[in-house]
Structure formats: C-alpha cells, structure tokens
C-alpha cells in the first residue's frame, strides 16, 4: 500500500496538490539529504513512513490559524503539516542553517506561502502566541513545555510526537489526551 492508500485507508483526506508538493519534497530530500545529511530518513519508504507519521494529527485535529513547529529538522513535521494545513499559518523554527536553508528552498519551490522559516533556537525567537505548537523528537514534555511558554495562552493546544515513554512523560495538572498508532504516541495537551 503506498502513502495516499494508507493515509485514504485512515479517512484523512488531503488535496491533490498535497501528494504532488510530497512528491516533489521526497525528491529533493533525497538529493539534499546524500550532501548535507538533513535526516536519517535515506529512502523513499523511510520518508513515506515519517510523512505519514507527521500527518496523521490531521485526522484528529481542528482547524487552526497558527501554528509552530519546535525544531523542524528535513520537516517532520511542520513542513508535512504546512503542506496538508494550506489555511493555517505555519512557522518552523529550525536553528541549523543546512536545515533551514533546505525548508527554505522547499518553501520557494512549492510556493507555499502559509510558510515562515524561522534560522533560531525557539528561546531566541521573539514572543508571539500560537494556536497549536508542534513538536517530534527535540527534548522531553517538560522541556518541549519550558521552550514553548512564550508561544502559548491558555487557548493553545500543544501536539508532540513522542514514543512508548510518553506515559512517564505526562505532565500533572494539564488536561491530555494520547492518540495511539502503531510506530507513534501523540500527546495532545490543552494548555
């Protein structure tokens, strides 16, 4: 089954023009990735399965205006989400200039104008509240937490991508919910 049968499998339904941008994405990741080494991900089924991973939440997301991704990396997985997400705002701090530069030139050649590139760390970006912040596999919830203060209100709702150890990684006091697929554990919070 390739990625649009699995995603369609799953009733997430995304435009044509997504899988054409995907398309495109893959093909220069591969060919980034062999010079500036931007993921793990070295194949074409390796990458199939992070998209699918980084897209998902759209199956169980509401619409939103705004959202940050916390350390993009290749795109996992706010640059997989900006192009799923065309109506939300879409900021992807990623502070490695290879990186940025890649989601950069990714931005440019699919014209996807929902898409703000951002070269820092999160702590040195200036305050700007988000309605979503995303984040896979930068640092621990409590961290993740710590570095996203200043880009949410009580209104954000915060999705990491996190494995099997989410459940120790919970915080107290904080209203969530795990949504389980077979590779991932999805730990939405409501700040």
Not at 151 to 170: C, P
Request: hydrophobic share 40%; no cysteine; aromatic share 10%.
């Amino acid at each position: 089954m390739d990625l649009k049968e699995r995603l369609e499998a799953e009733n997430i339904e995304l435009n044509d023009d997504f899988y054409e941008n995907v398309k495109k994405y893959k093909s220069h990741l591969l060919k980034w990735n062999k010079t500036h080494n931007l993921t793990g991900a070295r194949d074409e089924q390796t990458i199939d399965e992070f998209i699918y991973d980084a897209v998902y939440p759209v199956k169980f997301l509401p619409k939103y205006e705004t959202l940050l991704d916390i350390g993009t990396g290749a795109g996992f997985p706010g640059m997989i989400l900006a192009m799923a997400l065309r109506d939300t705002e879409v900021t992807l701090a990623e502070p490695l200039t290879k990186r940025a530069s890649f989601l950069q030139f990714i931005k440019a050649d699919l014209g996807l104008s929902n898409v703000n590139v951002v070269k820092k760390r999160v702590e040195e970006m200036d305050s700007k509240i988000f309605d979503l912040v995303t984040s896979r596999a930068v640092t621990d919830t409590d961290m993740l937490l710590k570095l996203s203060e200043n880009f949410r209100d009580d209104h954000t709702q915060v999705l990491f991508y996190k494995g099997e150890n989410v459940y120790n990684e919970i915080p107290d006091n904080m209203q969530h919910e795990i949504i389980q697929t077979n590779n991932r554990h999805y730990l939405l919070l409501k700040a």
